[in-house]
């Protein structure tokens, strides 16, 4: 079955394409393309989880981020459609990824971002000549201004969330997690993804379908747009609270992602502020790794899973490292974290 949304195609979980072999089809079409990022584990974070916590380095990514991975896959798609441009809108990590990839291809691209999107982002965006426009602070608001750009310059979207070459590529860093610890000897119990438009945890749901290994959501108490769908049991839009967890502040879950976890993900593990602080400044002095708020959201929720019992191999999507150093500044200085709206 298909349908359009937001000038897209969206293919719901019946597509054949929605399938591990879809995903390992995306990772041979992205060889040489992306970074295969380390997955890496360190002896201090295994001794504070009770576990082992196996971390797949997506901060290393090329764009800052795993979401490289279905920019390229999309963008290509409409480079042999003969494309005469293409918009987007995300919080930060999609619309880089997109502008990286469109740069490369020579199609020109429109980013649109929230009024008080990450100026490190914004700045990355605009480095590689796209145009970034900034509208609202809901996803409604840059839905809207899509939707405008779509109509009025005839430009092709790639969404975040319903386009589903992005899901098949963001489903590549799960697979390559779940490759890199079975050829270190071992088998994961779960995963653990954040979770903002539910592109990630849509691909770990495929990736991971019938080999038993458990997907766990992780997202900001204050956008628990996940958890609240299925409560539901259908996407909705939540009264989002701030959250210094800026790439996980879409208040509406993804009509294909949502179709696609609905019935596979384990749990939704909701994060207070504090506690993402605290991962992103445990990652930073335990791992060395510097990582933003989303892939602490993550790391924070693995701990609390790793403490219940029960499971000894953790994956975790370390989504990227895009990440304001006025933050970062913030964190080891102990001051109080200023929260994204």
Known sequence: MTGTETGTEVLTDSSPRLSSSGVRRAQQRLAGQVTRTPVVRFEELDRLAGARLWLK????????SFKMR????????????????????????HAIAIAVAAQECGLP??????????????????????????????????????????ALRG??????????????GQGTATAELVDGVATAGGWLDAVVLPVGGGSAIAGACLVTAGTGIEVIGAEPDGVPALS??????????????????????????????FDVVRHAVTDVVRVEEEAIAEAMRTVLTKCRLLVEPAAATAVAAALRVAWRGGRADIGVLLSGGNVEPSLVASLLGDEAVPASA
């Not at 920019?71 to 990590?93: I, M």
């Not at 092709?156 to 098949?168: A, C, E, H, K």
């Open 109 to 150: 691209a429109t980013l649109v971002l929230p009024e008080d999107a990450a100026p490190t982002k914004v700045r990355r965006i605009r480095e590689t000549g796209a145009e970034c426009l900034q509208a609202g602070t809901t996803l409604a608001d840059r839905i809207a201004v899509v939707e405008r750009l779509r």
């Open 57 to 64: 380095a997506e901060n290393l990514q090329r764009g800052g």
């Open 70 to 93: 279905g920019a390229l896959l999309a963008v290509e798609r409409l480079v042999a459609a003969d494309s005469r441009g293409v918009v987007a809108q995300s919080t930060g990590n």
């Open 228 to 257: 609240e769908a299925l409560r539901a049991g259908e996407p909705v839009t939540v009264a989002a609270r701030p959250t210094i967890a800026d790439g996980l502040r879409p208040d509406r879950i993804g009509k294909l992602p």
């Open 155 to 168: 430009l092709d979207v790639v969404d975040p969330y319903q386009d589903i070459d992005v899901v098949l």
